[in-house]
């Protein structure tokens, strides 16, 4: 279900374009609006859906097999954490879904790592990564295999 | 050509794709290398960018060893098994003893894993899976290497790595091109961590009109991670391992959660269990592996596969029973939203409710990878503590290129790391990349000039064939000079899905097919120096297309190589249609010449490390 934009909502601000993994939102030179240069290289990933300020995006299903008269629409709100989805079928049944997107404020539980104190020299030949042993949340340090319990080789 | 801009980069540690590995490798690296300029190049934007842009509902590798859940050897037995016998243990083991820290991490960074009420551990979808509302999952990470990394370059498409001129056999950095401004960037570094991504469209997709964006791995999948390897003249490891999925219909809608919680089941289109009928046959091409527990994903394609073409498809999913519980409605409804839009936007414009009707399965066109159920990769050196001999040659994840590493779909023999265990590679690659570069102490690293000046001028050619080709007819798209990027496209796909065992031959290969297969791969290499490109999206798109076929080159290089049937559903050699454990209980390992294009073919041997 390729995208499409609807002409009398999009403001041609450019964040689908920003975003798209695709890079197939393009700004059309004519009409200085959004639009899906190439349809079939569209995943209906909703990334630019869900960018989009204007609510400007829309999906019809991919022509090749889905029909017409559906829609699945989408809300996410970073502020309240939240992801809200619309469905609305062929024959008119509509179905609501609500979840979380995060549990925390944007970004701000992710710490820099660079005011951290520097590792030990010496730390860089252990098999820890960083916050091992601590953060696997059980006792006796990262797992191992001893070199003598290795079996040989096969090719058989 | 003299008037694209050049811009230059130089850093200790760049990261290529910023997807789950990439994401994972400039967060570790800061970690370790305080002081090392750490820079991601992504074709996209990091925010919404590789497998996981529309999110996941699950996280499929998860040990809780903390709650005596599972043992990295668990997993190693499990990723194994369901491989019949083809993984690297020591990296297996590797990945699964560090994955969970990095789940942790992600609950602390704000993303929801769901909870059992019960027990208040994470809720289990399985016995590796854990349930998340991961719609965000990738703003997340991203949000974490973004405070990591020094710089991030988004909308860079990487074409080529660069090799150190002073030292053979010794990596560079990379080039590429902005997909918008069209300058050319080039890449100096110390190290480079390779981490974009697996392969989809190397095989003709089910839809092939409006809707061939709508593969199973996502359309910007292109094989960048295998093509930039092989063409540094890494070696790649088990390429004949592409996968095949059974999905639902059309969307490509996952079923893990549905089998797995929501314990739905399928049948055929009579209503009849199928499985058990295809018992016999299958024992009799791959022995006692279709005993094993649990039954091997190929194993269970097989069946799906046969059943069909005895004509009793569609196999249904039985969706009726579970969906009258509404938890479970939500559930199967929500995981599509959260992972696989596509699934719920199907169902909606044909009036499927899984309450109501079974909805119908199908089996996905094969793609390329390494983190799924499937492990086709870079071949990679294993960590110094486990890793047999001749799986170690100094630093984890390096593959034989000395400061080229690997992680997520890049790495060979790795299968079930999926999104978690694709973030520990990264991480575990970029500690590593750290102790490289540690130990290159004042060893400079030196790209001649007449290296990216070369590489410059094949880059853009593209778009000069298409300039001066242009001009020779009224209008269209059809040219006798050059071909425009789908067309090489549309011309890969068909030969691969009819030579190499596509959906059109019911994934079925031979000898003589893969002989041919390969002809007709280096002819389409020979048409793609006459690719036209009208601007810079198609340049990218036509770059695409050259790491395709660089990628399928080797997929039918390995597929020859092996002689038997290790993996019924995935493919089949036609010419030896048993499993054969006498022969070919091994590694398959290929290698590229970086000057003659010629192709040299190995056997490694396996490994089992754990009991
Ligand atoms: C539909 C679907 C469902 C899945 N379900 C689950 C699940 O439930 N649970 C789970 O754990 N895993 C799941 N996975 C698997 C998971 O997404 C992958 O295992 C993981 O994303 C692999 O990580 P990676 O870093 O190798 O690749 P990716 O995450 O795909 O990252 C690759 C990156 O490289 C970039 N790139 C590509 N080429 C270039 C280039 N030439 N130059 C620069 N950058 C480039 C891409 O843009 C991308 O950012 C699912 C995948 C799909 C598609
Ligand atoms: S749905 Fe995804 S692939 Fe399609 S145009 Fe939007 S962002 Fe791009
Ligand atoms: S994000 Fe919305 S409003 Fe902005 S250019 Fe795209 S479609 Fe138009």
């Known amino acids: ?156 | 050509m003299s008037k694209v801009k050049t811009v230059f980069e130089d850093c200790d540690i760049l990261v290529v794709g910023g997807g789950m590995g990439g994401t994972g490798a400039a967060y570790e690296a800061r970690y370790w290398g305080r002081d090392l300029k750490i820079v991601i190049a992504e074709k996209a934007n990091i925010d919404r960018s590789g497998a996981v842009a529309q999110g996941l509902y699950a996280i499929n590798c998860y040990m809780g060893t903390q709650w005596d859940e599972n043992n990295p050897e668990d997993h190693v037995r499990y990723a194994r098994n369901d491989l019949m016998g083809m993984v690297r243990e020591d990296l297996a083991f590797d990945m699964a003893r560090h994955v969970d820290s990095a789940v942790h991490k992600f609950e602390e960074w704000g993303l929801p894993l769901m909870k059992n009420e019960e027990t208040g551990r994470y809720l289990r979808e399985g016995k590796w899976q854990i349930m998340i509302h991961g719609e965000s999952y990738k703003p997340i990470v991203a949000e974490a290497a973004r405070k990591s990394a020094d710089k991030i370059y988004n909308r860079i498409m990487i074409t080529h790595l660069l090799m150190d001129d002073s030292k053979e056999n010794r990596i560079g950095g990379a080039v590429g091109f902005n997909v918008r401004t069209g300058d050319y960037h080039v890449f100096r570094a110390k190290a480079v961590i390779v981490a974009s991504g697996g392969a989809s469209h190397i095989f003709k997709p089910r839809s092939v009109g409006e809707g061939m964006g709508r593969t199973w791995y996502a359309p910007w999948s292109s094989g960048s991670a295998y093509a930039l390897c092989i063409d540094a003249g890494a070696k790649m490891t088990q390429m004949e391992n592409r996968i095949v999925l059974a999905r639902f219909k059309d969307g490509y809608g996952p079923v893990g959660a549905y089998f797995l919680h929501l314990k739905t089941y399928t049948q055929n289109a009579y209503g009849e269990e199928y499985e058990s009928k295809w018992y016999d046959e299958l024992k009799g091409m791959v022995g006692d592996y279709i005993d094993h527990e649990p039954r091997p994903t190929c194993l269970r394609n097989h069946a799906f596969i046969k059943e069909v073409a005895a004509g009793r498809g569609p196999i249904h999913m039985v969706t009726k029973e579970a969906f009258q519980d509404p938890h479970l409605e939500e559930v199967g409804w929500e995981n599509f939203l959260g992972m696989t839009v596509g699934q719920a936007v199907v169902w909606a414009s044909q009036n499927i409710d899984p309450k109501y009707t079974n909805p119908e399965l199908t089996t996905s066109e094969p793609y390329v990878m390494g983190s799924h159920a499937t492990c086709s990769g870079a071949w990679a050196s294993g960590p110094e503590d486990i890793a047999p001999d001749e799986y170690q040659w100094g630093y984890n994840r390096m593959l034989t290129v000395d400061g080229l590493f690997g992680a997520g779909d890049t790495l060979g023999g790795t299968a079930h790391a999926f999104s978690s265990g694709s973030f520990t590679e990264g991480r575990l690659a970029a500690k590593a990349a750290v102790k490289y570069i540690r130990d290159l102490k004042t060893d400079k690293i030196e790209v001649s000039e007449k290296q990216y000046e070369d590489l410059k001028e094949e880059i853009f050619k593209p778009l000069e064939n298409y300039a001066v080709g242009r001009n020779e007819i009224t209008a269209g798209t059809v040219s006798p000079s050059y071909l425009l990027p789908l067309h090489g496209l549309q011309r890969l796909e068909k030969l691969m899905d009819e030579y190499c065992g596509g959906i059109g031959v019911n994934y079925m290969t031979n000898e003589p097919l893969l002989t041919r297969c390969i002809e007709l791969l280096d002819i389409l290499e020979e048409d793609l120096d006459h690719i036209g490109a009208e601007n810079n999206h198609e340049l990218m798109r036509a770059w695409e297309l050259k790491h395709r076929l660089r990628t399928s080159q080797s997929v039918a290089q390995h597929t020859l190589f092996r002689k038997e049937t290790r993996w019924p559903g995935y493919y089949y050699r036609g010419d030896h249609m048993k499993l054969d454990d006498e022969n070919w209980h091994c590694l398959t390992l290929s290698q590229r010449d970086r000057k003659t294009g010629e192709w040299t073919m190995e056997k490694a041997p396996v490994y089992h490390i754990v009991d």
């Open chain 1, 1 to 156: 279900m390729p995208t499409f934009v609807y002409m009398t909502k999009c403001d041609g601000c450019g964040h689908c374009v920003d975003i798209c993994p695709s890079d197939i939102m393009h700004i059309d030179k004519t009409t200085r609006r959004a639009y899906n240069m190439e349809p079939n290289m569209c995943w209906e990933c909703y990334s630019c859906v869900k960018a989009c300020p204007q609510n400007a995006i829309d999906v019809r299903g991919y022509a090749d097999f889905a029909p017409l008269g559906h829609s699945v629409r989408v809300l996410r709100e970073e502020e309240k954490g939240t992801i809200a989805w619309k469905i609305k079928f062929r024959d008119g049944r509509e179905k609501n879904f609500l979840s979380p997107i995060t549990t925390k404020p944007w970004g701000e539980a992710i710490e820099d790592l660079a005011t951290l104190p520097v590792p030990e020299p010496d730390a860089l030949d252990t098999q820890e990564l960083c916050y091992e042993p601590d953060v696997l949340g059980y006792e006796g340090g990262v797992r191992t295999l001893k070199k003598g319990q290795l079996k040989q080789g096969v090719y058989y």
